[in-house]
C-alpha cells in the first residue's frame, strides 16, 4: 500500500540546467534540489513541462531522473514524468525511473496527436502496468489537447497503482469533481500556480507547480495557512504571489525568467532554458527576485 502521506504538500517542479554547452548540468541540479528540501518543500517533480522534459532526449531525462534522486535521497519524495509522445518510449523511462528508485512516475497523453480517450487511457494503463512504481496523471489540456473527464478519471482510480492527478486545468471547479469521482484515498494536485488557494479548498491535496520553485517559502507557508484553515491570510499571500507570478509571465519566456530568478535568489547559476525558448536577462528578472525576497522578510 503505497503511503500518500509523502504525496502531500509542495512539489516543485524542477528546471531543467544545461552547462555552456547545451549539455544537462548534473551538479546545478544537485545544488537546486538541496535547497528546496531544505526549505520544507516536499518533493520535486522532474522532467515535466518546467523541466523543458520534451526538450530533452531520452538518455538526458534517464540523467536528470537519476542526478535527482541522488541529491533526493530517502526522504525527499521524487516524481519523475515519464511522459513522451509514444507508449514505448514512456516505458523506458517508467522502466528507468523504477530502477533509480523514484516515488512515482507521470505522464501526459501525447502531446501531438489528438487521440480519443480510449487511446490515452490505454497509453497511461500500458506505462502503470510496466512498472510497481505508483503512477501520477498528469492533465494539462491547454497543452495535450485531452481533458481528462471526471468519469474517466473514477475508471483509472480503481487501479490501486493511480495513486493521483497532476491536474493543471484552469477551472477550479474541476478539483471538486475529480475529488468526487476519486474518493479521498487519492491525492489530487494543483497545477495553476495563481489558484493554489482555489484549488485546495475544491478538493486538492498538494500541489505541483512551475513557479514554485522560485519562491518556494512562499508557496510552504501558503500551504501551511490553508491547512491551518488560515484563509484570509491565505488569499492575502496568494495575491502576493499572483503579482510575481503576473511579473514572470511578463518577461520573454516564464522558464528563462524563473532560472534567472532562481540563480539571483539562491546563488546556483541556472543559466538559460532550451531553444526555441527565449532568453531572459538577470537585469530583466531583478526586480521579480527583489519583490520575492521582500515578501519572503515578511512571512
Avoid at 480503481?158 to 484515498?185: F, H, T, W
Avoid at 546556483?268 to 530583466?284: H, K, N, W
Wanted: hydrophobic content about 40%; overall charge negative; aromatic content about 8%.
Amino acid at each position: 500500500m503505497t503511503d500518500l502521506n509523502k504525496f502531500r504538500g509542495i512539489f516543485c517542479a524542477l528546471n531543467a540546467i544545461y552547462d555552456e554547452n547545451d549539455n544537462i548540468d548534473e551538479g546545478k541540479i544537485k545544488e537546486v534540489v538541496k535547497v528546496y528540501k531544505s526549505l520544507g518543500v516536499k518533493g520535486v517533480y522532474a522532467c515535466g513541462s518546467t523541466g523543458e522534459g520534451f526538450l530533452l532526449s531520452t538518455d538526458e531525462r534517464k540523467q536528470v531522473a537519476k542526478a535527482v534522486k541522488e541529491a533526493a535521497g530517502d526522504d525527499f519524495t521524487v516524481i519523475v514524468h515519464v511522459g513522451c509522445a509514444s507508449t514505448k518510449e514512456s516505458i523506458e523511462l517508467a522502466k528507468h525511473a523504477e530502477s533509480i528508485g523514484a516515488d512515482a512516475i507521470s505522464a501526459v497523453p501525447c502531446v501531438y496527436y489528438h487521440l480519443p480517450a480510449e487511446s490515452v487511457k490505454r497509453h497511461w494503463e500500458s506505462i502503470v502496468e510496466a512498472t510497481d512504481v505508483p503512477f501520477i496523471i498528469y492533465n494539462i489540456p491547454q497543452l495535450t489537447g485531452f481533458d481528462l473527464s471526471p468519469a474517466m478519471l473514477a475508471e483509472l482510480a480503481k487501479n490501486e497503482k493511480i495513486i493521483g492527478v497532476k491536474n493543471s486545468a484552469e477551472p477550479v471547479y474541476l478539483m471538486e469533481r475529480y475529488r468526487q469521482a476519486a474518493g479521498d484515498n487519492f491525492i489530487i494536485f494543483n497545477g495553476p500556480d495563481e489558484q493554489f488557494v482555489g484549488g485546495r479548498l475544491m478538493g486538492a491535496d498538494a500541489g505541483i507547480g512551475g513557479t514554485y520553485g522560485c519562491m518556494p517559502e512562499l508557496f510552504v507557508a501558503l500551504d501551511k495557512l490553508v491547512n491551518e484553515n488560515k484563509i484570509e491570510e491565505a488569499k492575502t499571500l496568494q495575491y502576493k504571489i499572483n503579482e510575481c507570478i503576473f511579473d514572470l509571465l511578463t518577461c520573454k519566456s516564464l522558464y528563462g525568467a524563473a532560472k534567472q530568478v532562481i540563480s539571483l535568489r539562491f546563488g546556483i547559476d541556472c543559466g538559460q532554458p532550451r531553444s526555441p525558448f527565449l532568453p531572459v536577462t538577470a537585469e530583466e528578472a531583478k526586480p521579480i527576485a527583489d519583490k520575492i525576497n521582500k515578501y519572503v522578510s515578511e512571512l
